[in-house]
């Protein structure tokens, strides 16, 4: 029995010291490396008019210690068009992404916008919402 409950302690002993190992890394992964700090993930633009192009502007800060690259931008739908800070953004400094929304439907939306890094895994996805109101018709004399 004494063998037994040894054996457990010096399983259980090692287990936690093989997670503590990898919890070490990761923190020491993160702490060494660059985050994005964004001003805002999702803007509401309030109500805009049909066809005509409205840019947004996604600010965010390097608040690491690696310069921060985007790799690419993506719009959820063809209505978006997108552009974002090509130079890599050092420590301490800023960049944006803009997309600009030009609806052809009037009524509420909500696009997305995927955003692609050298730092992150996975995209960060910002959102855009409003309301977009119908054109009016030309008053012709």
């Given at each position: ?28 992964e993160v702490s060494d490396g660059s ?83 050298n730092i992150e895994t996975t995209s ?18």
């Amino acid at each position: 029995m004494i063998k037994i409950s040894m054996l457990a302690l010096t399983l259980g002993l090692m287990s936690f010291s093989a997670i503590a190992s990898i919890n070490a890394l990761v923190v020491k992964e993160v702490s060494d490396g660059s985050l994005i700090v964004w001003k805002s993930e999702s803007i509401d633009v309030g109500v805009i008019p049909q066809n005509t192009p409205k840019p947004i502007i996604f600010e965010f800060k390097n608040t690491g210690k690696t310069p921060i690259i985007v790799t690419n931008v993506q719009g959820s739908c063809g209505c978006t068009a997108t552009n974002y800070t090509k130079t890599p953004i050092a420590p301490g400094k800023s960049g944006t992404v803009t997309a600009t929304y030009n609806a052809a439907n009037a009524g509420a939306f909500t696009k997305t916008v995927s955003v692609t890094t050298n730092i992150e895994t996975t995209s960060k996805i910002l959102t855009i919402k409003g309301t977009v109101v119908a054109a009016s018709p030309d008053v012709k004399s």
